[in-house]
């Protein structure tokens, strides 16, 4: 495993002991987009949550396998358009992403070079999604 | 076995086997993993098939190392989310069959010794999902719960009178119309009665009916229940209720190729019923050449003889509760894609249930969940001081707890200001009600505390 997968997954796995970290994803993306949230209806939010944390650490897990990210990607892209989701969103869910992280992981172990791995990670996978074909 | 996880309800049942030191965690093998990773099963008679890996985000990649020691399992802790062996933080712990093991609120699982496949069970149906009720609504993977349906299909398979032993709330009444169910007599109707309920002087007439004004005129033709079960069958609930006299007159119905007479009637006539007959008493309080016409004696198994099989009848339990009473659905359960989904449980309630000594069974279970429910204060179900009122611990903690004398519980109390929530962390307790049940035994009491929220 690369130092790059370690630091994601070691960082994720932090922010995961913190239970409220998934909803405090949301929170922020609400806060910043409110127009997204009819966007999220069909599921609970607990519903929301936990599968926002399950695709985060599938994610994070298969960084380093091509392979594997490319079917997450492809996943992704599938279930983003039947929610609407629109390439601008990206950017939205990402800046959110990192400011959940950075509160959930604490400043002790979210550093900088973390923050680095993460938009770097961040960026690639939503660029792999949005490569992907409509379905 | 899995029997309760945050992010993967669905895989409630599966069983992680360890017959040698294995790695559990989050996703495929990593290259230092200490020992190989272990697989998750779905398994019933014949039959094992592996699961995917672990997909709960919650549970690190590499978390718990397990080995056989002895009688026991060694488990010890390298991932983030704290261990827990019986509500017990541990880093490295000895679990034994019986004992809950948690990943804090990630995943928990029961310690069962069973074989990783369950032996074949012939003449069983399977087609039904994975920890879901079988055709005829019994819930369980365990070994005890398959024992029972190829006991039941056995039986259903022969044409001859059935037993069912059980103590209240096992589920005697499920068996008998699993046995009609899958017998060739299943198209034509269950017919069920409570014996207890039959008054002394018209148990005959219930039974075997009676002819046209018998005993007095005006009175209409009855088939009885001998006759309304002819080529199907007859559920009679609380058989030991039914006075030794009226086993008597039972006698001839059940080994003459069923036959028997109206009251009020010369003429015999024949009735092809299969009778199952159920009671909570010992089988030898019945008489006893009434006892020999039954050929098959099924003994259902209590909840604390299937343990793991407790959370399976927990989701069906609360999925049916919510399908009737919408209001609770909304309230405690997660929607997915807009249908209600998992009900949000907490895993100490499921931990605690498991190890409950169940005296009524199912019919307890379900009164215990309706009190959680009623008095939870927010959107989950858990235990709360009325809850954990009801629950007690299974026997081998029991003995445990049992050990703190008066002078222990004086003594922690006196060096905690009398707080109970101090002084049964001192003691090493789970929790405050359970000193205050053990104060309450020794005739002592204990002050007020100011954080009531440690649940």
């Known amino acids: ?135 | 076995m899995l029997v309760w996880s945050l992010d993967e309800p669905h895989r409630l049942g599966e069983c992680f086997p360890v017959e040698e030191a294995v790695c559990l965690g989050r996703g495929g093998p990593l290259s230092d993993d200490p020992a190989p990773r272990g697989g998750f099963f779905r398994s019933r008679p014949g039959q094992a098939a592996p699961c995917p890996p672990v997909g709960n985000a919650r549970v690190s990649r590499l978390h718990l190392v397990l080995a056989p020691e002895g009688d026991a399992l060694r488990v010890r802790s390298l991932g983030r989310a704290p261990l827990k062996i019986n509500g017990t933080l541990t880093k490295d712990g000895l679990a034994r069959e019986g004992d809950v093991v948690e990943i804090h609120n990630a995943a928990v699982f029961y310690v069962s010794l069973r074989p990783r496949v369950l032996p074949a069970a012939p003449g069983v149906g399977d087609a039904f999902g994975f920890g879901e009720p079988d055709a005829f609504g019994l819930v369980g993977e365990s070994e005890a719960a398959w024992a029972l349906r190829q006991a039941y299909a056995f039986a259903a398979s022969t044409d001859r009178h059935v037993l069912v032993l059980g103590e209240s709330g096992v589920g005697k009444e499920l068996a008998a119309r699993s046995i009609h169910g899958m017998s060739d007599r299943h198209e034509r109707p269950f017919i069920a009665r409570n014996a207890a309920t039959m008054p002394d002087t018209l148990i005959d007439a219930e039974l075997f009916g009676n002819a046209k004004n018998y005993p007095n005129a005006g009175m209409p033709e009855r088939a009885g229940l001998v006759g309304e079960a002819d080529g199907s069958t007859l559920f009679l609930d609380e058989i030991g209720d039914l006075p030794e006299k009226s086993q008597v007159h039972l006698l001839r119905v059940l080994d003459s190729d069923g036959e028997y007479q109206r009251l009020g009637e010369a003429r015999s006539r024949r009735s092809a019923f299969r009778l199952v007959a159920a009671t909570n008493r010992a089988a030898q309080s019945l008489k006893h050449d009434f006892l020999a016409r039954f050929v098959h004696r099924i003994e259902i198994p209590g909840l604390p003889q299937r343990r793991e099989d407790i959370p399976l009848v927990v989701a069906r339990i609360l999925s049916t509760i919510a399908a009737k009473n919408p209001r609770i659905g909304e309230r405690f359960f997660e929607r997915r894609a807009g249908a209600l989904a998992e009900a949000r449980i907490t895993p100490e309630l499921v931990s605690r249930l498991i190890r409950h000594p169940f005296t009524h069974h199912v019919r307890e279970l379900e009164r215990v969940l309706w009190l959680a429910i009623g008095c939870a204060q927010a959107d989950y179900i858990g235990v709360t001081p009325e809850v954990e009122g009801e629950l007690r611990d299974s026997a081998e903690s029991a003995t445990e707890v049992a050990e703190i004398g008066k002078e222990a519980l004086e003594r922690a109390l006196a060096d905690n200001d009398r707080s109970p929530t101090k002084a049964a962390k001192a003691l090493g307790l789970k929790n405050r009600y359970v000193l205050i049940r053990l104060l309450k035994k020794h005739g002592l009491s204990a002050g007020t505390d100011s954080d009531k929220d440690d649940r």
């Open chain 1, 1 to 135: 495993m690369s130092s790059r997968a370690a630091l994601l997954r070691d960082t994720l796995e932090i922010a995961l002991c913190d239970d409220r970290f998934p909803a405090l994803f949301y929170d922020k993306l609400f806060a910043a987009r409110p127009s997204l949230r009819p966007m999220f209806t069909r599921n609970s939010p607990g519903a929301q949550q936990k599968m926002f944390a399950q695709k985060l650490a599938a994610i994070v897990d298969s960084v380093d396998q091509p392979e594997l990210l490319r079917a997450e990607a492809r996943a992704i892209a599938k279930s983003h358009a039947s929610y609407g989701i629109r390439p601008e969103m990206y950017g939205w869910v990402g800046e959110a992403l990192i400011a959940a992280l950075r509160e959930a992981v604490g400043p002790g172990e979210w550093t900088a070079e973390a923050e680095a791995a993460w938009t770097e990670a961040y960026t690639a996978v939503a660029e792999a999604v949005l490569a992907e074909p409509p379905a």
